[in-house]
Structures are given as C-alpha cells and as structure tokens.
C-alpha cells in the first residue's frame, strides 16, 4: 500500500482557499475590505517568514463563520465553490490526483485552511480523507475559535499519525508516502515521506528542494 498527501492552498489550487474565501464574502459586503486587506497582509507576511502564531491567525480567519448561521453559509459556498475555486483547479492538478487514486494509494489533503471552506473542494478532487484545521460547533453552528490542534507546519504531523491510527496504520504500513506542496512551512511533513515532491515551491522551499534532490514539478497547466 502507498499514501499519497497533497496539500492545497497553492499547490492543488492555483491560489489560496481562504484568500479566495474572504474575497468572496468582501463582494458580498459581508467584510470591511480595508480592514480584512491590512490583516491578511500581516498575518501572510508572517506566514512567509516563518513567524505566524497560527491561534491568532485562526482567531481572524474563523470569526465570520460565527456571524452567519450555517444554513446561508452552505448556501454561499456553493456559489463559491463555482466563482472563485472551479476556475484555479488546472487539469494537471486533477491528473496528479487521477493517477494516485487509480493506482489505488491511499490519499489524503493535509491543510492548515478550515474544513468548512475545504471539505467541498476536497470532494470535488474525489479525494476521500481530509485533514484540515477544525472550526468548533455547537448545535451545528460555528463558534469561531478551532477545535483540537490545527493542521499546521509540525501540527500536520500529529494529525496524519493521528488518523492514520485511527484506521490501524503506520507510517511502516506504506512502501512508498507522497507529500506534495509549495510552502517552506511544510518542510516537517515533507522531511517524514519517502518522496517529498515541492510544487511550484516558494523560494525557501524551492532552495531546500534543490539542494535535496527532491523533485520540483509545476501544476499550474
């Protein structure tokens, strides 16, 4: 058996879901776009650098998903999912996917972005397991704050090992493990596959590829 994860902000999207998202709801006018703006640029200028605390990252990104109920929530992502998302998802993305469920690999999305805004689009990869940061509910609506540890840099670790526990696997149970993505920030899930595969990497991780022989490849097709 082999085990096939793709991260998916920048790497099976030819942009970023949580961007995508929030410019959605400021065309909606349901955020201030100067103030959303002057965040999202600081929170990814640290994310760029290494630096970004992601519980108060995740204290912004998961404060609108508490303001609407759920129901209008689906409802706009729907028409989300056909605006901003069909339109950055490239035939290579879809191939590279196509060919790892064909070959029968156990296949996973590991993101640090919110299984709200990335369960749909993880179904339309017909990729059947998904781990992602977890907004928390109550009584089927958002509270805003994350539940259990976020999907995120040494955080993606734990939560693979953790699901693939949950189905009475290891890392030893897989002759060969994929891990595909483009930011430096993945760099310790990368380091725990037997084939780390940097896509259209930003430069830290586009140097650290190199300089390892790992396989550089774009999808942006």
Not at 104 to 118: K, Y
Not at 189 to 207: C, E, I, Y
């Amino acid at each position: 058996m082999n085990l096939a994860l793709f991260d998916l902000d920048n790497t099976l999207l030819t942009g970023d879901s949580d961007f995508e998202w929030a410019q959605f709801l400021i065309a909606k006018g349901v955020l201030d776009p100067e103030v959303h703006a002057a965040e999202n640029e600081r929170f990814y200028a640290q994310y760029k650098e290494g630096t970004l605390d992601i519980h108060e990252f995740l204290d912004f990104q998961l404060q609108p998903l508490a303001r609407h109920p759920r129901t209008l929530l689906d409802t706009w992502h729907r028409e989300f999912m056909d605006t901003r998302i069909q339109p950055i998802i490239g035939t290579a993305a879809r191939d590279l996917v196509n060919k790892h469920l064909a070959n029968g690999d156990l296949c996973a999305i590991v993101t640090a972005t919110n299984s709200f805004v990335t369960g749909p689009i993880c179904r339309e990869f017909n990729i059947p397991h998904l781990i992602a940061t977890v907004p928390a509910q109550e009584r089927g609506e958002f509270t805003g704050k994350p539940r259990g540890m976020p999907s995120f840099r040494e955080g993606k670790i734990t939560r693979v090992e953790d699901w693939l526990e949950a189905m009475g696997l290891c890392w030893a149970n897989f002759e060969r493990s994929w891990f595909y993505s483009d930011s430096f920030n993945d760099l310790p899930l990368l380091s725990m596959v037997t084939d780390p595969v940097a896509v259209d990497p930003d430069h830290r991780l586009d140097a650290h590829a190199r300089a390892s022989s790992w396989p550089v490849l774009s999808l942006r097709k």
